[in-house]
C-alpha cells in the first residue's frame, strides 16, 4: 500500500512539522480509486465536523441532568450542528484542509472515550480506545502530542488508578519519541522575540481564538471587525478561567465537565504554539478559515459546559429556549447564506485555476504558484509532474491533461466560438519558454464565457491557454493565463477549448 514513487516513508514523512498520517490515508484512498479528483477528502470533512457534534452531543447529555434537560439538549445540540459547520471555516471544508479538521476530532474523541471510561470504570475498552485516539493524535497535527499529556492530567485530576496514568504517562513518552524520531530542525523565534512583542503575541492568540466572530460580522467588510474578534477571544478565556475556578471549588470533580475543560485547555495550547510561531503574519493570519475550527469547537465545548446553567436559570420549555436561539442562529444567517452563494469563489478559484495552469505548463510563475504553496514552488512543480504522469487529480482530466505537450503544435478550430480581447499585460519569467498575459475577454455575442480558453497563432498553432475569472460574463471577464514568449507580440485568436 505504498505510495506512488514515494514508499512506505512518504507516509510517516513530515509535512511543515507535522505528521499528518491519517490525512495521507484519505487522500490515498482518493488517488487509489477516484483518481485524485479530492472527493473523499471533501465528503470526509462534512462528515468529521459532524462526528465533531455527535461527540458534543454525547458530552451535552452527561453535562445536563437537571429536570428541563430535554428541551435544553434539543436546543443546544440544533446550535451546536449549526455552529460547527459554519462557514467560516470553508478552506477546511472545501480547499482539502482536513488535518485542521481532524487534529482537534481525534484529541476530542479521546477525552470524551477517558470520560466514558471514569463513568464505567468496570468497562476497559473505553481506556484502551482513549490511549490509542491519544496517540493516533500524533499523527494529526503537530498539536496532537499535546493530547496524551493532557490525558495524564486528566486521569490524575479525576483521581484514576495509577496503573492507568502509568499507562499514559509511558505512551506519551513513546508517542514524543515517535513523533520526533527524523523530525528536522527549524529556526523558531527565540523567547527574547517572544518578549519584546508580547503584545502582539496576545493579541494574535486572542483574535485566533475569537475569529469565528470575525467571519459573524462581514469578515472585514465593516472596519475594525477584527477587534471584536479580539474581545471574542479575551470573553472565551475569561469564560475558561471562570468555569475552572468553580470546578475546583466545587470539589466534586465531575468527569464530563473536568473532560471538557481539558479540551479547552488543549486548544489554547495550540492558539499559543501557533501564536510563538506566527507573530509576525498580524491579525490577518490570526482570522484564516483554517484556524477557525478550532475556535469554533473550543467555544462549542464552553457552551456544552454552560448548558446546565442555561438549564437551571432558564427553566423554560422547548418553545421558549427556540426563541432565544432565534437571536445567535440569525446573526449566523448572513454568514451561511453568503458560504452558499459564493459571491467571491469564482475570484478564488481563478486563482487557483491559474495557479494549476502555470504548474501544468511549468510556466516558471514562482508568484502564481505560492498562492498553492507557498513554502516551496519548485517542490510543487515536482509533485505535479508526478500527478501529470500518473493522470491524477485535476491534471489528469480536461483541460490540463496532456496540455504542456499540446502548446506549439497546430489544431484544428473549426466549429468552436471565437473570442475577442484586450490584452493588458505579459509578463515573462527568465529562462522560461513561457509568459503570463493577462487582460479581458468579450463574449462576442455568445450565452457565456467559458472558465477556459485557448490561445491560437495565425497558423492553427496552440500557443497558450487562459482561465477566465467567471463563466457567466454579461459583457467581458478578466483573463489571465500563458502564452509561448516568442508569441506574446503577434496576432492571436482566443478560441473555446471544446
Not at 518578549?195 to 493579541?203: D, E, K, R, T
Not at 469554533?296 to 437551571?312: D, I, K
Request: proline share 5%; hydrophobic share 50%; aromatic share 14%.
Amino acid at each position: 500500500m505504498g505510495t506512488p514513487g514515494g514508499g512506505w516513508g512518504a507516509w510517516w514523512a513530515p509535512y511543515n512539522q507535522h505528521r499528518i498520517l491519517l490525512t495521507r490515508a484519505l487522500f490515498w484512498v482518493d488517488l487509489k480509486w477516484f483518481h485524485g479528483l479530492g472527493l473523499v477528502p471533501v465528503v470526509a470533512d462534512f462528515i468529521l465536523v459532524g462526528l465533531s457534534a455527535f461527540i458534543f452531543w454525547i458530552w451535552l447529555k452527561d453535562t445536563v441532568t437537571g429536570p428541563n434537560r430535554k428541551p435544553v439538549i434539543h436546543v443546544v445540540s440544533l446550535f451546536l450542528v449549526a455552529w460547527l459547520y459554519s462557514w467560516a471555516q470553508y478552506p477546511n471544508l472545501i480547499w482539502l484542509q482536513t488535518p485542521c479538521i481532524i487534529g482537534f476530532l481525534v484529541p476530542l474523541a479521546a477525552f470524551c472515550l477517558m470520560n466514558r471510561s471514569i463513568l464505567a470504570p468496570k468497562r476497559q475498552v473505553f481506556f484502551v480506545w482513549a490511549c490509542v485516539l491519544g496517540f493516533a493524535s500524533i499523527a494529526t497535527q503537530a498539536n496532537g502530542v499535546l493530547a496524551l499529556p493532557l490525558l495524564v492530567v486528566y486521569a490524575v485530576v479525576m483521581r484514576q488508578k495509577s496503573k492507568r496514568v502509568a499507562v499514559l504517562g509511558v505512551l506519551t513518552f513513546f508517542a514524543w519519541f515517535v513523533y520526533t524520531s527524523g523530525m528536522p530542525i527549524v529556526d523558531r523565534q527565540n523567547a527574547g522575540y517572544l518578549i519584546a512583542h508580547i503584545g502582539q503575541f496576545v493579541a494574535y492568540v486572542l483574535t485566533y481564538l475569537g475569529s469565528p466572530i470575525y467571519y459573524l460580522f462581514g469578515a472585514g467588510k465593516i472596519g475594525g471587525t477584527h477587534y471584536l474578534a479580539l474581545i471574542a477571544g479575551l470573553l472565551v478565556v475569561l469564560v475558561a478561567a471562570v468555569l475552572t475556578v468553580r470546578e475546583i471549588r466545587s470539589g466534586k470533580r465531575d468527569g464530563a465537565r473536568v473532560g471538557l475543560l481539558v479540551f479547552v485547555y488543549f486548544t489554547f495550547l495550540t492558539a499559543l504554539v501557533t501564536g510563538f510561531g506566527r507573530i509576525g503574519f498580524g491579525w490577518q493570519q490570526a482570522v484564516a478559515g483554517r484556524y477557525a475550527t478550532p475556535a469554533l469547537m473550543c467555544s462549542a465545548a464552553l457552551l456544552v459546559l454552560m448548558a446546565p446553567y442555561f438549564e437551571r436559570q432558564l427553566s423554560c420549555g422547548r418553545d421558549k429556549a427556540l426563541g432565544l436561539l432565534l437571536i445567535p442562529l440569525v446573526a449566523m444567517l448572513p454568514l451561511q447564506v453568503y458560504g452558499a452563494l459564493a459571491p467571491d469563489a469564482a475570484g478564488t478559484r481563478f486563482e487557483l485555476d491559474v495557479s494549476a495552469l502555470a504548474l501544468t505548463l511549468d510556466a516558471g510563475d514562482l508568484a502564481q504558484v505560492r498562492l498553492v504553496y507557498p513554502a516551496n514552488p519548485k517542490y510543487a512543480q515536482s509533485v505535479v509532474h508526478v500527478a501529470a504522469r500518473e493522470r491524477l487529480s485535476i491534471f489528469g482530466r480536461p483541460p490540463l491533461r496532456d496540455l504542456a505537450a499540446r502548446i506549439g503544435g497546430q489544431e484544428s478550430t473549426a466549429g468552436k466560438a471565437k473570442y475577442r480581447a484586450t490584452i493588458v499585460g505579459v509578463e515573462c519569467f527568465g529562462p522560461s519558454r513561457f509568459a503570463r498575459i493577462t487582460g479581458t475577454v468579450f463574449n462576442g455575442g455568445a450565452d457565456s464565457i467559458p472558465r477556459f480558453v485557448l490561445l491560437f497563432s495565425q497558423d492553427s498553432r496552440l500557443v497558450g491557454c487562459v482561465y477566465t475569472a467567471t463563466d457567466r460574463g454579461v459583457g467581458g471577464a478578466p483573463f489571465k493565463g500563458y502564452i509561448l514568449s516568442e508569441e506574446s507580440g503577434r496576432p492571436i485568436e482566443f478560441v473555446a477549448s471544446f
